[in-house]
């Protein structure tokens, strides 16, 4: 039997080049990504509850205050400066 490889997800976001979000944020972006595309229910992540395709990333990181992940655009949404990403 082979032996499954695996894999790491990187999510950036884009100012004036590519940033990496920490890895911390990353595992959950993608752990909502999977969970809304998997199964469209509102999956929780540490506490997270996602209703919908839009979630804060305040809770992971407080440097995200105001920072909000849409996955049905995949848009990240700044509520401070309504600046889309």
């Known amino acids: 039997m082979a ?25 959950c972006i993608e752990y909502m990504h999977i969970k809304y595309f998997a199964n469209g229910n509102g999956p929780n992540y540490g506490g997270i509850v996602l209703p919908s395709a839009q979630f804060s990333l305040d809770s992971i990181d407080s440097s995200f205050s105001g920072v909000v992940i849409d996955l049905s ?10 600046k889309t990403s």
């Open 3 to 27: 032996a499954l490889g695996t894999g790491v997800v990187v999510w950036e976001w884009l100012g004036a080049r590519w940033i990496p979000y920490e890895p911390q944020v990353s595992d």
């Open 73 to 82: 655009t995949m848009q990240q949404i700044s509520t401070i400066a309504s």
